[in-house]
């Protein structure tokens, strides 16, 4: 069964450094997704992605982070300059449409921020 | 704006019982509903969803779960579980009408099945 992929699996990166976090959705997918896990928190919604343009941020989704779908299969999360609070584990998902479609997710990536 | 709560953050329960994992949601619009289970060290995998038609609906690893429009619950159950079913289990809604289909998450139960 085709799956999300992200890489990497972990990533550990300084306080202020710029970080991408890679995704590879389902190739017939349409519509991208970026979710959030902080420890012991609820996984929260960051962005929605369609059409090469967002569709739906949250408000935890500020100028310090974007995304993009640099070519036909990649879909990244840039976090310009990270703060100690973007520790979490991070979840790319994509849907094949929208309404009444699916998300699938991939395993996500744990990023901590020294 | 929608809001999901999973009443039991933790659930112990013996091989082969049964178990309930409650979720009640609040929105002003209609939306979907959906459970995902996370395994240890993996990421979110579909277990069921309910879209329209029958209010009970059965998903993977022989999960049901039922919807309560009055109650505005979608609580999930397995008549007799497995060690392998040890997760955590997260309800999800998602509006019917809104642009940018954003899951909205509850804050997971996670299930401990016990030998």
């Known amino acids: 069964e085709p799956e999300v992929t992200q890489t990497p699996s972990h990533q550990v990166t300084q306080m202020g450094q710029e970080v991408i976090l890679r995704c590879v959705p389902i190739s017939n997918h349409l519509y991208f997704y970026w979710y959030r896990q902080i420890l012991g928190q609820k996984v929260e919604f960051l962005v929605s992605f369609y059409n090469n343009e967002i569709s739906e941020k949250s408000e935890i989704f500020d100028d310090q982070f974007s995304v993009e779908r640099p070519d036909g299969s990649n879909f990244t999360l840039k976090i310009r300059s990270t703060k100690l609070e973007d520790s979490a584990m991070y979840f790319c998902a994509s849907s094949q449409g929208e309404g009444n479609q699916p998300q699938h997710f991939g395993d996500g990536t744990r990023l901590s921020i020294l | 704006a929608q809001s999901v709560t999973q009443l039991d953050s933790q659930v112990p329960v013996f091989e082969e019982a049964p178990v309930e994992l409650r979720c009640n949601y609040s929105?002003?619009?209609?939306?979907?509903l959906f459970w995902y289970v996370q395994y240890p060290n993996q990421g979110l995998q579909l277990l069921l969803k309910?879209?329209?038609?029958?209010?009970l609906v059965k998903g993977i690893n022989g999960f049901e779960a039922e919807f309560n429009k009055s109650q505005t619950s979608f609580h999930l159950r397995k008549p007799s579980v497995h060690i392998s079913d040890t997760a955590e289990y997260f309800c999800a809604v998602r509006s019917i009408k809104a642009a940018g289909n954003k899951l909205t998450f509850g804050g997971g139960t996670r299930v401990l099945v016990k030998p």
């Open positions: 929105s002003s619009v209609s939306v979907y």
């Open positions: 309910y879209l329209s038609g029958s209010t």
